[in-house]
């Protein structure tokens, strides 16, 4: 198996062969076993044989004086009084909120014994559909952070009583008068939250600003002016055939992206019956998380963005444009826009008034109005509007802010004058209702911190007509107090503190009267949907107008363009402490806990850059001192990206790496009066250093060249529904077959069309599971702890013309494909040379295709791991589960050797209880998240996916229990559920009904190394993509 | 039964404190001996050989010292060894017989006993939960409200008993809760200990297992005191999985394996014979 036959790469490393990729990837435990480290790092310790005696003897001791100790006594404590339903060691689920994207994403809160350990999304809402983001998973930690404020603080010091408090504010607003006093809050989507700010408004003729780190307001805007509805629409990705998107994340970090993700991908898995799928083509300049899953993909420099825009507007009212890409591809794409006959959608990323107001006409012209956008039901994001927040700056900076309320903003961070407002703000008394100090708090007068959401009553309509309720599913954990009581406190209302708190009669009583629904049953289902007039208004801007100040405004950029953009996991940077959203790999860059300047290779040679430099940036007239170079391919040239979120300033209790993480990039944001433009034009960057080893894992844990990924096109799929799956593999074994055709038999599908590589399943998994946080130096030496990852491949686009007859997969095998569908590496490499300028050019690193391939156990029905363990630690059961049994491992690894999918992970260390891994585990109030039913493991035993078998094992004895046979659906793993686009299929394949029966026969299923005779329980299913190989795109 | 769990090990101590002490008689014994002689000597009395001297030393004489000193310490090693890994594997952790002292002492034999109650009537969730849990001090109150045991403690409220009504803030004398006091869950020991890496769920054995509590509780309606009756070992678990057969004929869940086994003319399949006996039914 050489390496020239890969058609797929995992990262630049592994396609230019780097010498440590590839004396690392037959290696996969490469470390020795790390005595120095565990036993500290003095000198005297550098093993010899002396040593070892003095360890020998340490161990004798240690074992002898530990064989001494006394059992523990154990205490068990009940309830005084048994609260109604609540039977100890089983989980309840409450229907309530968390905050991720916007206020009030509906989820059901998983609750053992009084504690939250795991949220989902809810599936009755149409914005979860059942599932829930990477971020939104990791949210619940926010929970038991130890960050969080236990007590108000009145001017640094603690206090206990929330009168005192009341009595401080009211002196400091009584104080104010004659200056202004100002309430900045995030967007309010809670008409309950709204009524609290307008009483607090009203009783101190107050201002309430608004202020929200990313901003949507050039799509407001543009819908202000073309329709007169100042809204973000309701875009509806699963009823377009066409998608063009113009620098729109929609799937990562765009609006609401598991909702999208949720309805793009109904439209994306073609069958025998109904054999098509919808057209996704993306034109963006960094490689994002939407454009990896794009049937065709053009990078361009984003200032052009706009008059892209323009030419695709012109060619669709019948005139030409002057930007094209390649192969006139803008051309085709506007007949293919046409064709969809208003099942069209075309989106943009730019937060630019004219450039939406194109977008607004170019819909227009599709017919996408009422069919794939909806006014109506819009969605409720981003009420900041820069110009009165920057008259806010203005004011505050003059001195004129007697009192400001920090609600749950944090504009000091992520305001690009950051600096500026931090100073104005010592003018002025700041009272703070955010649960933890951040930098906009630091020098609060009073801290009154809020409950947090999982403890807070609360509706709220994070679209129109889409109401969620929020409800506490825990006791309040600190002595803490809902913002919206505070608020109604500081207005002179009476509000009774205590257990039952104000704010659930408020809630009820909007859900029963405004509402008019029975706020019990509400509460139950998480979710009022009241009917909303779609009425779509006819379009009154003007385009012609737009595209003149488009063109207008365009200057070519000198030097770079700087594209600041937002990271799946970090988001706007509010999960700052959360290791879970870090230790998260990137879904495009496999990086973990670093931010990073994103290079194309063609820019990276240019300017004599290496992976890993560190360079200056200097852009807007801000400098970055210095950050690592990650060359990324897909990236337009030209360009470079950095990711916002990063670099908070905000104390941390804990010593792990979330300290000092990055650097902030929310000052070189282009804003003004008018907007908010991410992209900054004539950015500089200079070598300052080198050498930086960035935590990446897109090159762990490689299949060095063997035949995982299958991918094929729509037109070879409606020939052949079997297509790339036509040779079936039938090895030999030496082992007798299992019997399962009793009881049940465990399986799993993933189809890769459906799977956009979001990372929601590996954070899922990593809650579920107790899997530890291990932190970057960790993931350096390949020792991250994912039971499930995801690889990222990268392939070169190439022309048909440039490949000859094909081979994928092991070269024994007789795989042979038509003329022009598949390349190996060496012949596109070969065919690039013919092209001598485009060669040195890197050319073919501008567009990449790419796939996301989720792998975990694969529970083979022959697995090699079985054979070797020398102590039966892992072993077969008559499930068809590959089970792993702690208690037993002695760590020798062998499994791990030997395991072909490389999905064993090893604890090198006990993560838990360890001050050098000062994560949650590692603390009493961060240990609450964990499952109770499933082992926290400890140093020196191998772990790896289990399908989640506490879930297996609970559904089958629920149904037990409830005297019923087991049905599909009843055990379920977290990261099926967690999975936005259905694309993880997990069930028993001998029930002939179940889900996952249908998987098997259907012909797109193969299953990954199938020659080597493994047989796994997981299938994938073929990629489809829906492009026509044989026109010239590039 | 022992009171404390810990005897054991006091007992291993003594008898290591013996050996220790009676190898120091030995040793002065030996003393002992060997000035007398040297005594003797210097006073040229000649001596008649003990019989140790004449019959066994030549003999011993003839041995070879390396081989006899390797082969006494590996008996040594051979024999503490098997006994230090039998006491490992069998003895650790196992708190059979552990009777610890409760905050009230709560007599089983009476409520259980004598009184008849049903287990579940405390012990609700054994029936649906992992846990058969410890009884809140609510369903306490729901007898002892009027239960105050006065009889044999002239007129006053059993002292254990009041223990119950101050973790309440019940007043006993006016039958009324007191809102105003301060309540405090009860703490008790906590007498079976499974070790986390096992998972052991009551309502598998008691509603679908159909497992008498007694099985692996002992008689519990006798003890006055409760102890650990099982051992709660693995083997423990394994043999009784072997052994017991599950009910498929009035479990729809079953259904299959029920008609299964009628086709092949079979009557009984115990837990084992379903699996019972795999990894990752208990271990996860």
Known sequence: MSNSENKYWRGIEELESSPTVLGNSSNEFSDKLPMEEILGDSEELSSNRRDFLKFFGFSVSAVALAACNKAPVKYAMPYINKPENVTPGQALYYATTCGVYNEGFPILAKVREGRPIKLDGNPKSALSQGSLSAAGQASILSLYDINRLPNPKIEGDEEEDWSVVDSKVSEILKSASGKSIYLVSRTVTSPITQESIDKFVAAHNAKHVVYDPISYSGIKAANQESFGMNVVPNYQFDKADVIVSFGADFLGTWISPTRFTADYTKNRVPSPEKPEMSKHIQIESLLSLTGTNADYRYTIPASKQGRYLVSLYNMLSGGSGDAELPGNALKQIASELKAANGKALVVCGSNNKEDQIIVNAINDLLGSYGSTIDLGSAMNISDYNEASFESFVADVSKGNAGAVVMMDANPVYSYHNGAKLELALQKTKVISTTMIVDESTRNAAVHAPDNHPLESWNVYQPMVGHYVTSQPVITKVFNTRSAVESLRAWSGETVKLGEDQASHKWVTDYISSTLGVNANQALHDGVIMKSVDSGNPSFAGSASSAAATIAANYKKSSGFELALYQKVGVLDGNSALNPWSHEMPDPVTKVTYDNYVTISRNDAESNDLEQGDFVKISAGGKVIEQLPVLIQPGQARGVIGIALGYGRNIPNALQNDLIDLGKNAYPMVQASTSGTNYLVQNATIEKVGSGYEFAQTQTHHMIEGRDYLREATLDEYKENNAVRNEHKHHAITLWSDYDYSKGHHWAMAIDMNACTGCGSCVVSCHIENNVPVVGRSEVRRRRDMHWLRIDRYYSFEVDADQTASVRVGPSNVDQEFKKGQFSTMENELAGLDKNSEEDQDFGHYDTVKVVHQPVMCQHCDHAPCETVCPVLATTHSSEGLNQMTYNRCIGTKYCGNNCPYKVRRFNWFRYNMNSKFDYHFNNELGRMVLNPDVTVRSRGVMEKCSFCVQNIQMAKLNAKIENRKLTDGDANTACAKACPSNAIVFGDRNDPDSRIAKMFKNDRSYKMLEEVGTDPSVLYLTKIRNRKEEVQHS | ?284
């Open chain 2, 1 to 284: 039964m022992s009171g404390s769990f810990y005897s054991n090990s006091t007992f291993v101590a003594i008898v290591i404190l013996a050996l220790v002490l009676l190898l120091i008689a030995a040793l002065m014994v030996w003393v002992l001996r060997h000035i007398t002689s040297i005594m003797r000597e210097k006073s040229n009395v000649p001596v008649e050989p003990s019989f140790f001297a004449k019959n066994i030393k030549p003999k011993m004489d003839q041995w070879n010292p390396t081989i006899v000193t390797l082969i006494v310490i590996g008996a040594l090693v051979v024999s503490l060894g098997i006994y230090g890994f039998d006491y490992g594997v069998t003895e650790v952790g196992v708190q059979q017989g552990y009777a610890p002292d409760q905050p009230i002492n709560f007599p089983h034999d009476k409520h259980a006993g004598s009184m008849g109650i049903d287990c579940q009537y405390c012990h609700t969730t054994a029936g649906k939960s992992k846990h058969a849990s410890i009884p809140s001090a609510n369903t306490c109150m729901n007898c002892h409200k009027g239960a105050q045991l006065r009889d044999n403690y002239g007129g006053n409220v059993s002292p254990e008993l009041m223990k119950l009504y101050e973790s309440v803030g019940f007043d006993p004398e006016t039958s009324t809760y007191d809102p105003e006091a301060e309540t405090h869950p009860i703490k008790w020991v906590r007498i079976h200990n499974l070790p986390d890496l096992a998972y052991f769920n009551h309502s598998q054995h008691v509603t679908v297992g159909k497992v008498e509590c007694q099985t692996c509780h002992g008689p519990i309606e006798e003890m006055e005191k409760v102890a650990q009756f099982s051992t709660l070992q693995m083997g423990w678990c394994v043999n009784c999985h072997r052994q017991r057969g599950i009910d498929v004929k009035n479990n729809k869940y079953y259904e299959d394996v029920h008609k299964e086994m009628k086709a092949n003319n079979e009557h009984y399949v115990t837990v084992a014979q379903n699996g019972g006996l795999e990894c990752s039914k208990c271990h996860y």
